[in-house]
């Protein structure tokens, strides 16, 4: 349903835009978690590691795509505030047009690097094949995934955030039953695990398409209107690319990491491994808030309303802290059965493991914060900020991990992410003041 946000009470609209957002990002992170208990119960901790070791790959992936779309979602969501819906459709078009070039050179490009690209992260060599044709099959799915984060970032962008979490629900289940089936009944191995989750995305992104055409007449575009603006597509790649970096930092730094984390053994990388996933499980409510203060901001610009943003940023900070309380509590009591799910009851990883999200519990209250600020700067089109912003967190947080963890192991890594996150807050915050008087005068 398309939404308005430029009139209307700013927690609902936020709130009501974020729920949606929360619950379909936990569903496609499931996609990847799904994978990782059951080849981690059903095949084993040899596995485990090599999903583990491709996953940051995974993530430049998914993310430098979501920068992109994310670019083009704000373009969107101002021309759909400013009730320009001609340049809504135009931008729509330019994006879909780009995006199979793009996503078939991600493809072609996937398959080339793979095993450099492992064999660059240390990756142990016995486990080296398995994670090479995993990451190959996970390339493959390149083209569904950006097609889906394009269609769902265009419903968003006009305030429609729910319809693509029901089509990750759907496709979520399915790639869940999918695995239990094949793997965990017929004992298929772990390329099976990869099979299915490219067939959820490229069904996900099926649905979005025909819901498009069925249901919001905005959107549609047919077969003449499938032309490249030079104009906006200057400006997606602009705002996209930069969000595509900013995006890409965050996995690439976990690519260096991992690569400090690897030569520490197979135990170490399996609790890694588990670990992030919870972590990514953790950021997500904070990043939709963040990403429907973006779109709350981007529609407000549109419309040239000063005062609502603020008071929507305020908001949006208010409910990042709200959600952090939540999460350290949860956090700190479910730490060791979280890591059970993953490992079982291997009690060396579950220890590892449970020391590291003990620190982190109280350390998701910095990435609030940030992410809040982002979401913010990119619906003012700050992107160059945004980079900036997340380049001092990621650089200083791969630094920190390889002096600290020597001495301290997993829970170096904690503190690194926490000195990151201080640092890039004490960045961002001057900068959002300085902005702040710049528009009001």
Request: aromatic share 12%.
């Amino acid at each position: 349903m398309v939404k308005d946000m430029t009139e209307g009470s700013i927690p609902r609209h936020l709130i009501t835009y974020a729920v949606p957002l929360i619950l379909g990002n936990l569903f496609q992170l499931t996609y990847n978690a799904v994978d990782s208990i059951i080849v981690g119960r059903f095949i084993g901790k040899e596995a485990l590691a090599a999903v583990g070791t491709a996953s940051p790959v995974m993530n430049i992936i998914i993310l430098g795509i979501s920068g992109i779309c994310i670019g083009a979602s704000v373009l969107m969501s101002n021309f759909f505030g400013a009730h320009e819906e001609d340049m809504v459709r135009k931008e729509m078009a330019t994006t879909a047009v780009f995006g199979v070039y793009f996503s078939l050179m991600v493809v072609a490009v996937g398959m080339l690097i793979t095993t450099p690209l492992l064999k660059a992260l240390y990756v142990p060599e016995e486990i080296l094949d398995t994670a090479a044709i995993y990451l190959r099959i996970i390339f493959l799915g390149a083209p569904f995934t950006f097609f889906y984060n394009a269609i769902a970032s265009a419903l968003k962008s006009v305030g429609d955030s729910r319809t693509p979490l029901k089509f990750l629900a759907f496709c979520s289940v399915l790639n869940g039953v999918l695995d239990v089936i094949f793997i965990g009944l017929l004992g298929f191995g772990i390329t099976c695990s990869a099979v299915t989750t490219v067939v959820a995305e490229a069904l996900s992104a099926v649905l979005c398409i025909v819901y498009v055409y069925r249901k919001i007449p905005l959107l549609q575009l047919r077969p003449g209107e499938f032309k490249v603006d030079r104009g906006l597509l200057g400006q997606t790649l602009r705002y996209g690319s930069v969000t595509a970096l900013q995006q890409s930092c965050q996995p690439i730094g976990k690519l260096l990491i991992q690569g400090a984390v690897n030569p520490m053994g197979v135990d170490v990388m399996a609790a890694f491994n588990a670990v992030n996933k919870i972590d990514a499980y953790a950021f997500t409510p904070e990043q939709s808030i963040a990403n429907a203060i973006t779109t709350f901001v981007a529609q407000n610009s549109g419309a040239k309303k000063e005062e609502r943003i603020q008071k929507g940023f305020r908001t949006g900070l208010v409910l990042e802290f709200c959600y952090w309380i939540l999460i350290c509590v949860t956090v700190l009591a479910l730490r060791g059965p979280l890591m059970r799910l993953f490992v079982g009851n291997a009690a060396d990883i579950v220890a590892l493991g449970s020391g590291y999200l003990g620190l982190m519990a109280f350390f998701y209250l910095f990435p609030g914060f940030t992410n809040g600020m982002q979401g913010y700067f990119r619906g003012r089109k700050h992107m160059k900020m945004t980079l900036l912003g997340t380049f001092i967190q990621t650089s200083l947080r791969v630094v920190f991990v390889y002096v600290l963890t020597p001495a301290m192991g997993l829970s170096g890594v904690a503190f690194a992410c926490a000195v990151g996150w201080a640092m890039m807050l004490a960045v961002e915050v001057p900068y959002y003041f300085f902005i702040k008087r710049r528009e009001a005068g």
